[in-house]
């Protein structure tokens, strides 16, 4: 067994311990309460250290690269959303709240701190991901309520809460920038992030976000509501959508002439669906009645696409890393 756990990828391996966490001994009361707190605390560590690690032109590069951003956003809002409605025959076998709750899952913005994670550790575009990511949530912030609006037939009770914004600001984009100004004058802050500082922080607040999300499912009682057959449907569904999502992901940017750097990005930023996000919307679109349901299939393909996408991209870093 010791030999076995050693085959496995460390961010993968972490994942799946947090996860199981979660199950046996979920974050509860006050002790839940701060490590939220810890939580986004390590995130903002991480956007700092990616600042701090980044020049000035490359994150100028990452702003500007529309071509980048407009294809994120386009498999974010409309090829999930299209994949979200072929769906629907499986009301034939699976509840109509479980169907409601995939398809809410293919509206939501795609993850933040995920997904400049994922990139940096497989060596793609970190610039361009932290832009296109924070984008994502931002437009997310619109477009998410108007999909509901249309396609899930919510025509009431719709509130865009401006908190959406400033959260993104204050928690991801300005540690960014004070990354950058400590950069430029504080000596050696640049060579520390570019060690191993950021891989250890990129990976923790990976493991913290699962078992902060999943104690809380744990405590709601939300896993109680679907069955098991519909929780094996769910898995499945989640581990074909990101493998044929990130096999589009690299396709269609290969075809239109992306350098790999940014193939990675578009892979990473463009097959994460934030639970984070994805959480306080429902909450405020939905309100309660059938909120536990509806959230499922989003927590278990948050699950699923850290997974499958964290061992995607140890073999893309350990490819790189051989060819250099």
Known sequence: ???????????????????????????????????????????????????????????????????LHSIILAFTFIAYPLIGLAMRPTTAFISNSVYQGILYLCLVPSTVQSSVALTGIARGNVPGAVVAASLSSIVGVVATPALVMVLMGADSGIHIDASVFRNVALQLLLPFVLGQVARAVVPGVAGFAARKATKLVDRGSIWMVVYSAFSAGVVSGVWSNVSALELVFLSAFALVLVCVMLWVTR??????????????????????????????????????????????????????????????????????????
């Open 1 to 67: 067994m010791p030999g076995f756990l050693r085959r496995i990828d460390p961010l993968l391996l972490g994942i799946i311990l947090a996860a199981v966490l979660a199950f046996i001994a979920p974050a509860r009361g006050s002790f839940a309460e701060g490590f939220s707190i810890a939580v986004k605390l390590a995130i903002g560590l991480l956007f700092f250290l990616y600042g701090a690690r980044l020049s000035t032109r490359e994150a100028l590069q990452g702003l500007t690269n529309w071509r």
């Open 251 to 324: 396709v269609v940017p290969e075809a239109l002439r992306f350098s790999r750097a940014d193939t990675v990005a578009i892979q990473m930023c463009g097959t994460q669906k934030s639970l984070a996000a994805g959480l306080p919307m429902a909450s405020v679109i939905f309100g309660g009645g059938q909120l536990g349901v509806l959230i499922v299939p989003l927590m278990v393909y948050h699950l699923i696409q850290l997974m499958t996408c964290s061992a995607y991209v140890s073999r893309l870093a350990q490819t790189t890393a051989s060819k250099e």
